[in-house]
C-alpha cells in the first residue's frame, strides 16, 4: 500500500491562505469520503483537524476546511497564523487490508 | 478528557520482542464502538497503520506484518498492549497510539508517540 501523496512543504504569510493537497487513488480518497487531516506539532500528539472530508471536530477555527475532488483531497487554511505552523497529515480508509493509508506529510511554514 | 500515552523501551535489539503500552483515560473500551489502533512512522516516512482492537475484542492487522503482532487490551486497566516479534533496525520508528470513535474511519485522540531504535 503506497503513502499518499501530499507537498513536501507549503509556507505563507500571517492571513494568508493556502491549500495542502493530498492524493491517492480509487480505492483510497477517491473511493471513500473517509479523508481526515492532522495537525502535528513535533513531540506533540496528532489532533484531528478534519474527518470525513469535510467535517471539522468540536474546538477547530472553522479556518480550517477540508474538500476532495477524485483521488485528491485537500485542507485549506485561511487566515494563516503563527499557532498554524506545524506538520500535516492525512489520512484516507483504504479498501485494501491496511484499514488506513497515511500521506507523507507537509511542512507548513508562516513566514 | 481524553488522552493516551505509549510506553515501552527506547531501544530494542535485534531479533527481540518489542512490547508496546497504551494506557489512556477519559473513555473505556468496554463502551461500545471504542477501537484503539496502533501506528508508526521510520524517520523521515509516512505513517503506516499496524493492528486495531476494538471493544468487543476484535482484531485487526496490518497484513503485511500480521504475523509479528500481537494486539490485546487489559479493559480493567485502560491499557491495550501491542506485540511484535522479531525485531529489525527496519522496525526503527515512533510508535503511536490512537482511538478510533464510532463507526467511522478516522482517529479522534492519539498519543505523542514513543520512539523505538532497534540496534545491537
Known amino acids: 500500500q503506497s503513502a499518499l501523496t501530499q507537498p513536501a512543504s507549503v509556507s505563507g504569510s500571517p492571513g494568508q491562505s493556502i491549500t495542502i493537497s493530498c492524493t491517492g487513488t480509487?480505492?483510497?480518497?477517491?473511493?471513500?469520503?473517509?479523508v481526515s487531516w492532522y495537525q502535528h506539532h513535533p513531540g506533540k500528539a496528532p489532533k484531528l483537524m478534519i474527518y470525513?472530508?469535510?467535517n471539522r471536530p468540536s474546538g477547530v477555527s472553522n479556518r480550517f476546511s477540508g474538500s476532495k475532488s477524485g483521488n485528491t483531497a485537500s485542507l485549506s487554511i485561511s487566515g494563516l497564523q503563527t499557532e498554524d505552523e506545524a506538520d500535516y497529515f492525512c489520512?484516507?480508509?483504504?479498501?485494501?487490508?491496511?484499514?488506513?493509508?497515511f500521506g507523507t506529510g507537509t511542512k507548513v511554514t508562516v513566514l | 478528557q481524553v488522552t493516551l500515552k505509549e510506553s515501552g523501551p527506547a531501544l530494542v535489539k535485534p531479533t527481540q520482542t518489542l512490547t508496546l503500552t497504551c494506557t489512556f483515560s477519559?473513555?473505556?473500551?468496554?463502551?461500545?464502538?471504542?477501537?484503539v489502533s496502533w501506528i508508526r512512522q521510520p524517520p523521515g516516512k509516512a505513517l503506516e497503520w499496524l493492528a486495531r482492537?476494538?471493544?468487543?475484542?476484535?482484531?485487526f492487522y496490518s497484513t503485511s506484518l500480521k504475523t509479528r503482532l500481537t494486539i490485546s487490551k487489559d479493559t480493567s486497566k485502560n491499557q491495550v498492549v501491542l506485540r511484535m516479534t522479531n525485531m529489525d533496525p527496519v522496525d526503527t520508528a515512533t510508535y503511536y497510539c490512537?482511538?478510533?470513535?464510532?463507526?467511522?474511519?478516522?482517529?479522534?485522540?492519539w498519543g505523542q508517540g514513543t520512539l523505538v531504535t532497534v540496534s545491537s
Open positions: 490512537a482511538r478510533d470513535s464510532g463507526y467511522d474511519w478516522y482517529s479522534d485522540y
Open positions: 477519559g473513555f473505556s473500551l468496554s463502551t461500545s464502538a471504542m477501537r
Open positions: 482492537i476494538d471493544w468487543n475484542d476484535d482484531k
Open positions: 480509487s480505492s483510497d480518497v477517491g473511493g471513500y469520503n473517509y
Open positions: 470525513d472530508v469535510s
Open positions: 489520512s484516507s480508509y483504504t479498501s485494501s487490508s491496511t484499514f488506513y493509508v
